[in-house]
């Protein structure tokens, strides 16, 4: 497992606008124990315009597909889920795909 800091903004107009992204952290092929798929992980925090601190959680699943060249198809999915709050115990304001 690889980790970098994860550094920018984050553009929401139904919070407001476009925000500086905080405490980012981006993690390369984390193995997921629970299905063995290795992940990329993005996990970050921002300030949106009315004060409300919200926490953003996304996955990429990189699948072994023997036989297959998806690895793009596997990179451009990002899972995601937003917390209206500091950690991913918060509750859960919106989740999707991003493309």
Known sequence: EQQAELSGTV???PLGGTFTIRDGRFS???LDPA???RQMVYALKFTAADGQTYFL????EIHDDRGQMDLIEDMTRLFTTLYRGDDDHAPVYGAGELY
């Open 35 to 37: 299905t063995g798929i």
């Open 11 to 13: 553009t929401f107009e």
């Open 57 to 60: 959680y996304g996955h990429k």
């Open 28 to 30: 390369l092929f984390t």
